[in-house]
């Protein structure tokens, strides 16, 4: 590996240590952090860009923040920029996890640990919140985007449809709804 590349893996590394070390509610708590460091600070990724990843993130089998990791290591620095991402995301919650499993039986039972975790949700909701209300200004604003957003709250909500239903569905409605517009355009712009 070259040296500018060795430092953008180590730059991966570290920042996404931090954001395994100081995000807890997993993958959807963790997009308004990625989308401030690798969009805002860093310049890394385009806006555009993260929301595509992320709905990749979405429609790939495994923890959708570690799938961002990787997407987004890839984007920067290719293979390696993964792999250094990837570790960079899981080994703290790893060490986190391992700390506390040994200690569990003590950690459950203190009242200021019960406190904190009730905090901590408050504010993983407001994480989440956040996460949600800036994919919906990035997303399209047209007719068949509020239906497709109506809808599949309506599916996995109500009526408790599996979640990859849902998105294989959403995912093939706005392929097939692209295509057709493609080539509505098309036959328009040769008339």
Not at 131 to 148: E, S, V
Not at 179 to 187: A, G, M, P, R, S
Request: aromatic fraction near 12%; charge should be positive.
């Amino acid at each position: 590996m070259k040296d500018s590349k060795i430092k953008r893996c180590l730059s991966l590394f570290i920042q996404f240590f931090k954001i395994g070390a100081f995000t807890f509610g997993g993958g959807y708590a963790m997009i308004p952090i990625m989308q401030k460091e690798f969009v805002d600070s860093h310049h890394y990724i385009e806006k555009e860009d993260i929301l595509d990843i992320i709905a990749i993130s979405q429609s790939t089998p495994g923890a959708i923040s570690v799938n961002s990791a990787t997407f987004i290591g890839q984007h920067i620095a290719g293979f390696w920029g993964s792999v250094f991402a990837t570790i960079g995301l899981i080994l703290p919650p790893y060490i986190f996890i391992l700390i506390i499993s040994s200690v569990l039986g003590w950690f459950e039972s203190q009242k200021y640990v019960q406190y904190a975790f009730m905090g901590i949700q408050a504010g993983v909701l407001a994480l989440i919140t956040k996460a949600m209300i800036a994919m919906f200004r990035q997303c399209p604003k047209n007719t068949l985007a509020y239906i497709l957003m109506l809808g599949s709250l309506a599916a996995s909500v109500i009526f408790d449809i599996n979640l990859i239903i849902v998105l294989i569905t959403c995912a093939v409605i706005g392929l097939v709804s692209s295509l057709i517009y493609k080539n509505n355009k098309e036959e328009s712009e040769k008339k």
